[in-house]
């Protein structure tokens, strides 16, 4: 019965350790969200800074693992390349190290069962109360609930005597094969737990209350390390290449670098000593157990930062690329939008990655605009055929359903972002891209409805003469700067001399409509032919159409915050 009431005490201090930990994540997340949004911009600046960013997005989230899967899910859109996550992910493994400092400096160090209530009191108190600092709020009750979690596994494991572990302490005492074992049941572990947080945790819990020495604990540690790659792994799985590669440099640098520690064990073992003077044993085997799993990962990042473009080359030559070409400009292929599930642990990051979609979707809108601005200039010189413009308009339905799905796939995707937990500005943020989401839609119809125009122009042997198409060129050329623009700043806020030139923009158009209406008004009275006069006054419409939904969309980027 004792030792079921201590198993069953260990696991509910764990998960209420893990609890508090998730909510202290998504306090610190929400209150962080703009800075987590923005931290592409670090990734990409160099490798020192990438590992800079790795480090301190991990040390927020407190996961290495839903790192991998963000950075998997990136690289596979085409955000980051591999160079570039190598060095977030061993920054991540960095920052994954605060769980064991944590454990160790507080929950072993400190009496917090005084500190425990009185912290989630202050959260609560704090999220409670509508005013600025809501998301710290969430994010101290957080750490009220982890300080919790540690009492109680500091009291669940009995006080034990060297007679009832005497089967963990032979495995102790075979050298090397001991230190195998260890890296076995750290990794095997964190396989079934999902979580070297968890397992780290765990394992120095288990070494404070003398049921396990420090060598196992250590070399378990090093297995903590290789098990927590399995995310990285399955989050790959269908993938595309990069996205392949960056789970395996994940699992060669935590494999190599365990598989390296262990064959110098021993002086690696000195080191930590020598950083942390004292007993191994006791309370003194947290702090070391912590400086272990601290200067294994920082050794490991020395060792092979300096090589990062050799493995970068080694890598993408044992995972040759087989990836076909995929229809992203809105083909015969249906749209998917592809994302690991882990990505929505990190939703003010997931909402990077939509962005860069729905910048896609203003392409393909581009795309289709462009080859009606491509068509209007053939009919300035020369006759255009029937079939080709049959071809076109086939082309161009393909794409406006290809929008279609984009709107929806992509729309689930963010309402699924605004479940998690979110601060306001992210909240609005959302909004605000579903609202350019509609338009870019609208944009696509309203092409579509353009090709449809100038099908009946060249059908019914309407088309305008070369000076119709001639006065036609400076207007489209505006509207196609207004949407290459607005695709450009897709997910970001529009500065005060940005919405001043989208409003230069709008007004422009606005002024060459009047204009183009009246030219084709006083072509009218003049005797031309009123058919083909009344369909350049139509196309003139629509395109002034695309203008204002660029200006709208513009409004939206400058509300964004």
């Known amino acids: 019965m004792t030792i079921a009431a201590s198993l069953f005490g260990l696991l509910g201090g764990l998960s209420l350790f893990l609890y508090g930990m998730k909510v202290m994540s998504e306090g610190i ?10 931290a592409l911009n670090f990734m990409t600046k160099n490798r020192f800074i990438a590992v800079f960013t790795g480090l301190v997005v991990t040390a927020i989230v407190q996961s290495s693992s839903a790192v991998s899967v963000m950075l998997i899910s990136f690289v596979n859109a085409g955000l980051l390349t591999l160079t570039q996550t190598i060095g977030v992910t061993m920054g991540a493994n960095i920052g994954t190290t605060a769980t064991a400092w944590i454990a160790s400096l507080i929950g072993f160090q400190m009496d917090i069962a005084t500190l425990a209530l009185p ?31 540690l009492e109680f596994l500091t009291n669940s494991l009995p006080k034990v005597d060297a007679q009832s572990v005497s089967f963990i302490s032979s495995l102790s005492n075979l050298g090397f094969l001991s230190n195998l074992i260890g890296l076995g049941v750290g990794m095997g572990i964190t396989l079934l737990m999902h979580s070297s947080s968890a397992t780290i945790t765990l394992i120095i819990t288990l070494a404070h209350g003398n049921f396990i020495k420090f060598d196992l604990s250590a070399a378990m540690i090093l297995g903590a390390n290789i098990g927590t790659t399995i995310d990285a792994v399955m989050a790959a799985i269908g993938a595309k290449t990069a996205a392949k590669r960056t789970a395996l440099f994940h699992v060669l640098f935590n494999v190599v670098g365990a598989f390296a520690v262990l064959i110098v064990f021993t002086p690696f073992v000195e080191l930590v000593d020598f950083i942390v003077p004292g007993p191994r044993d006791g309370d003194g085997v947290t702090t070391h157990l912590a400086m272990f799993h601290t200067v294994f990962n920082i050794a490991c990042t020395v060792l092979f930062l300096p090589f ?47 962005a860069k979609e729905i910048r896609d979707m203003a392409g393909l ?20 055929t029937p079939e080709s413009v049959d071809a076109l308009v086939a082309e161009l339905a393909g794409k406006e359903n290809y929008a279609d799905q984009m709107r929806e796939e992509l729309t689930v995707f963010l309402i699924e972002c605004s479940r998690g937990q979110l601060n306001r500005r992210t ?46 060129s400076p207007y489209v050329a505006l509207v196609e700067e207004f949407l290459d623009f607005v695709r450009i700043h897709v997910g970001s806020p529009l500065s005060r001399k940005e919405i001043s030139h989208a409003r230069d923009l709008e007004e422009q158009i606005n002024a060459s409509q009047n204009k ?25 419409r629509s395109i002034e159409k695309l203008g204002d939904y660029c200006y709208d969309m513009s409004g939206a980027l400058s509300r964004m915050k």
């Not at 581009?366 to 255009?384: D, F, N, Q, T």
Request: proline residues 1%.
């Open 29 to 38: 997340q929400q209150a962080a969200g703009d800075r987590m949004q923005n």
């Open 119 to 149: 912290t989630i009191g202050i959260g609560y108190v704090m999220k409670a109360v509508k005013w600025k600092h809501q998301d710290m709020g969430e994010a101290i009750m957080g750490f009220g609930l982890l300080f919790l979690g």
């Open 308 to 354: 990062v473009n050799q493995i970068a080359a080694f890598v993408t030559f044992v995972v040759r690329d087989k990836d076909k070409d995929t229809d992203k400009d809105g083909g015969t292929e249906d749209y998917r939008f592809v994302y690991q599930d882990g990505i929505l642990n990190v939703p003010e990051l997931a909402i990077v990655r939509a």
């Open 365 to 384: 809108a581009s795309l289709m605009y462009g080859k009606i601005s491509r068509l209007l200039e053939l009919m300035k010189g020369e006759a255009v």
């Open 427 to 472: 909240e609005y943020n959302i909004t605000q891209l579903l609202h350019i989401i509609g338009n870019i839609e609208e944009m696509t119809d309203v092409c579509f409805s353009m090709i449809k125009l100038l099908e009946r122009c060249v059908k019914k042997d309407r088309t305008f003469k070369a000076k119709e198409t001639e006065a036609l």
């Open 516 to 540: 183009l209406r009246k030219l084709g008004r006083k072509r009218i009275q003049s005797g031309a032919n009123v058919k083909r006069e009344l369909l350049f006054i139509d196309l003139v």
